[in-house]
């Protein structure tokens, strides 16, 4: 399997949040990847945004990473009117499950060669 650079997000250096949203698809969710690709095109032009990486396998899990500059970016995507609108379709239609997290991260590397000095922080 080769390295694909697009499925990572370009990040600065830290400190930035990350919110962690990890997800089951229900039975029926018709509609979902429109109302997802709508909900990301908001995201990305919401003041703080950074990035976002996402996957999903065979099963219906997904883990989506969206990285922000600070806590106010994060909650005043969490307000946005058109997110609170996909979040509620998101509860009642599109998920059997879901966990999300927030954290912030204070440190990044990248590899496979990782740091540069065996166990530096």
Not at 36 to 59: M, N, V, W
Not at 85 to 107: D, I, N, P, T
Request: proline share 7%; charged share 25%.
């Amino acid at each position: 399997m080769s390295f694909d650079p697009d499925r990572f997000a370009p990040l600065p250096e830290p400190p930035y949040y990350a919110v962690i949203f990890t997800n089951q698809l229900g039975p029926s969710p018709m509609g979902y990847e429109h109302m997802a690709d709508k909900t990301l095109e908001l995201a990305q032009k919401q003041d703080g945004y950074l990035g976002i990486e996402s996957t999903r396998d065979a099963f219906g899990v997904g883990i989506t990473v969206s990285y922000w500059k600070d806590e106010a970016s994060i909650a005043a995507w969490k307000a946005d009117t058109d997110h609170l609108m996909a979040q509620k379709l998101g509860q009642s239609r599109f998920y059997a499950h879901y966990h999300l997290r927030v954290a912030k991260v204070e440190r990044s590397y990248s590899g496979p060669e990782g740091r540069a000095v065996p166990g530096q922080d």
